[in-house]
């Protein structure tokens, strides 16, 4: 699930206006109004204006923001891909989406490039809790 509030580009140029900035539209297409941010062009279920806020490969399906391994032993390892031209926030929520909303479990952090995995070593005194990764770009 994305949940995506007002990006401002930094003085980026995003000349179409479809939510990407030009030099990243030019990496991926050649030119920057040769895709649309509305559209989903490698079928990964995220749309190209999410994967440029993310930083991730709009031509690759492979290529997406989503938590990709979570692992319990005496906590719990919460594990994402990353850029290292974003900054991440882990959430997380106990029990349900009404009972307080999101809270911080790692703060904001730079992406290193790489898989990056945060450790939740409260989450045993919940029934659930549920994860979210926020970039701030």
Avoid: H
């Amino acid at each position: 699930w994305w949940e995506v509030d007002d990006v401002v580009f930094d003085g980026e140029i995003d000349t179409d206006g479809d939510g990407m900035a030009d030099g990243w539209e030019v990496r991926y297409w050649g030119s920057p109004t040769n895709s649309d941010g509305s559209v989903d062009g490698d079928g990964d279920g995220t749309r190209d204006a999410f994967e440029f806020v993310a930083d991730t490969n709009p031509t690759d399906r492979n290529s997406a923001l989503r938590i990709n391994k979570v692992a319990f032993t005496n906590a719990c390892f919460v594990t994402f891909p990353t850029s290292a031209q974003r900054m991440y926030d882990v959430l997380y929520t106990i029990d349900d989406f009404t009972a307080g909303g999101w809270n911080d479990l790692s703060g904001p952090f730079m992406g290193s490039g790489a898989d990056m995995t945060f450790t939740d070593t409260d989450f045993a005194t919940s029934t659930q809790t549920y994860y979210r990764i926020k970039v701030i770009y």
